[in-house]
């Protein structure tokens, strides 16, 4: 059984960084793609980022890019996400989610497992 389990959310502030963490239990190693999304209070779910089962290709959406870095350690069945220079509008539940391929995605669609979400907010 799959399961996905969101860590490392709370307050920051606006500049400051934070990094959250995606363990996955129920696949093996690299046989899986993750996705990161997020989803302010009003307003629809968006996909931040994506990574490859092997870690080698990433996505990122036009407003993290070059703030937020997605990373995974297969050893440890863990996907990170490192957010730098943190806005206001970051603030969000972020949710990251799972698929039984190895291609990096950003469409929501493809993935069948989800985890709970960890909020992080950004306020000074």
């Known amino acids: 059984q799959v399961h996905l389990v969101e860590s490392g959310g709370g307050s920051v502030q606006p500049g400051g960084s934070l990094r959250i963490s995606c363990v996955v239990s129920?696949?093996?190693?690299?046989?899986?793609?993750v996705g990161w999304f997020r989803q302010a209070p009003g307003k629809e779910r968006e996909a931040i980022s994506s990574?490859?089962?092997?870690?080698?290709?990433?996505n990122y959406a036009d407003d993290v890019r070059g703030r937020f870095t997605i990373s995974r350690d297969n050893d440890a069945n863990t996907v990170y996400l490192q957010m730098s220079s943190m806005k206001s509008e970051d603030t969000a539940v972020y949710y990251c989610?799972?698929?039984?391929?190895?291609?990096?995605?950003?469409?929501?669609?493809?993935?069948?497992?989800w985890g709970q979400g960890t909020q992080v907010t950004v306020s000074s």
């Open positions: 129920g696949f093996t190693r690299d046989s899986y793609a």
């Open positions: 989610a799972a698929g039984q391929f190895t291609l990096a995605t950003m469409n929501p669609d493809m993935y069948d497992y």
């Open positions: 990574i490859s089962g092997d870690g080698d290709t990433t």
